[in-house]
Structures are given as structure tokens and as C-alpha cells.
């Protein structure tokens, strides 16, 4: 069956430090991937878009890389501050199927 | 521009009770979601409108759990009877016309059901 897993539940790291999370996924064949921020209490908000035939994609102190051969996704934030602090959720879908999320990673950045 | 509204943003009944959940989208979005999330984990879709039809309602709890969306606009769902283990926060989304496009959530129902 299909699976997609971040394999963090959570992620403590440094202000100023890069923050790296990571998104597998199996027995799937995504046209796309997405990374939204959830905060407490609210609905996820959506961050990048990332295609099959893209290897890469940044937005100010993010990036985000999407490798189709070990199917994963990696989620960078640089330069990390501790409003980056929520849990990062991605996200697969394919021709017409709708968007699928992973279980997210809580990321905690300590000042 | 006014985001996703869902209302009401909190719910508590007694199981066996009815309950609907509201959301209006964003305008000019076709698609519309409804997914739950429970503690920890990612939304989880219940049923997917493109525009008044439902194209995804595989994962949806016929038996107990229904939904519409008339006009193509506003949505509601419904659970009759209540259980339990439907105590989770409700999110609607919308999405604007075209493929790989982005998902707009709402803040969320949460319902507890005691």
C-alpha cells in the first residue's frame, strides 16, 4: 500500500543552525510534492511545490530537493530561528488524485 | 481576501448525538476537501468536491458520516450518530482551478465527542 513517512517526529535543533527534515515514500508515484507549517491549533499552511522533473526549489531560507530514485524529499531551513518552530508536513499526489500528508515533524529551534 | 471559513470552531456532544460541521472557501475555488487529523498525526482525507460533485469519498464512513456541497460553494458535513473515536479536528481546504495547485485549509473543527 502506499506509505509515506517523515521519519522524525520531532527535531530539536539551535537557532542559527540549518534544520533538514525528510519525507520517503513507497509504493507511489508522485506527478508532485508539497511542504506546508502547521501551527497549534490552526490548518496547515502551505510553503513549496516542488515537480517530478525539479530537482530543487527555494523560497528565501527554504529549500526543498525531490529525488524520484529513493523517493524522498528533503526540507531545509536555513539560518533556523525559533519562530521556525511548528510541525513541517508534506504531502504527494499524482495526476488527479488529491494530496496525501505524511504525519509531520515537530521541529522545536532553541534559542 | 477572506481565507477557508469553518464554523463552529469547537464542538462537544454526547455520543449518539448529530453534528455538522460548516466551511465556505475561498472564492473562485473549485475543489474543495474535507480531511480529519487526529494528535499527532497528518490530515487525513474524508472527501474531495470538485465543484457540487464528489470525485474522492472512498475513505469517507458512509454509514454514519455524509456530506454535500451545494452550488459548488459552501460544504457541510455531517456525522449521525456520534462515536467516540470521532473526537478529532475537522479541516476544510479549497484549492483554485488547475492541477498541482496548493491546498488553502481553514482553521479546523475540533470536536470532542464525551
Known amino acids: 500500500s502506499q506509505k509515506i513517512e517523515q521519519n522524525s517526529e520531532a527535531l530539536n535543533i539551535q537557532e542559527g543552525k540549518t534544520a533538514t527534515l525528510t519525507c520517503n515514500y513507497t509504493?507511489?508515484?508522485?506527478?508532485?510534492l508539497q511542504w506546508y507549517r502547521q501551527d497549534p491549533g490552526r490548518g496547515p499552511v502551505f510553503l513549496l511545490l516542488?515537480?517530478?522533473?525539479?530537482k530543487e526549489k527555494r523560497k528565501e531560507r527554504l529549500k526543498v530537493t525531490f529525488d524520484t530514485t529513493l523517493k524522498q524529499s528533503l526540507f531545509h531551513i536555513t539560518a533556523s530561528q525559533p519562530a521556525d518552530s511548528a510541525t513541517y508536513l508534506c504531502a504527494l499526489a499524482s495526476g488527479n488524485t488529491p494530496l496525501v500528508f505524511g504525519k509531520g515533524t515537530r521541529l522545536s529551534v532553541i534559542a | 481576501e477572506a481565507g477557508v471559513v469553518q464554523s463552529p470552531r469547537y464542538k462537544i456532544i454526547e455520543k449518539k448525538q448529530p453534528v455538522a460541521f460548516w466551511c465556505n472557501p475561498i472564492?473562485?475555488?473549485?475543489?474543495l476537501y474535507w480531511y480529519l487529523q487526529n494528535l499527532g498525526q497528518g490530515p487525513e482525507l474524508l472527501i474531495r468536491?470538485?465543484?457540487?460533485?464528489?470525485?474522492?469519498d472512498s475513505q469517507l464512513p458512509k454509514d454514519r458520516f455524509s456530506a454535500e456541497r451545494l452550488k459548488g460553494v459552501d460544504s457541510t458535513l455531517k456525522i449521525q450518530p456520534a462515536e467516540l473515536g470521532d473526537s478529532a479536528v475537522y479541516l476544510c481546504?479549497?484549492?483554485?482551478?488547475?492541477?498541482?495547485?496548493?491546498?488553502?485549509f481553514g482553521q479546523g473543527t475540533r470536536l470532542t465527542v464525551v
Open positions: 509504493n507511489y508515484s508522485p506527478a508532485y
Open positions: 516542488i515537480r517530478e522533473n525539479e
Open positions: 468536491y470538485e465543484n457540487e460533485e464528489a470525485v474522492d
Open positions: 472564492s473562485g475555488h473549485n475543489t
Open positions: 481546504a479549497s484549492s483554485p482551478p488547475g492541477t498541482h495547485t496548493e491546498a488553502f
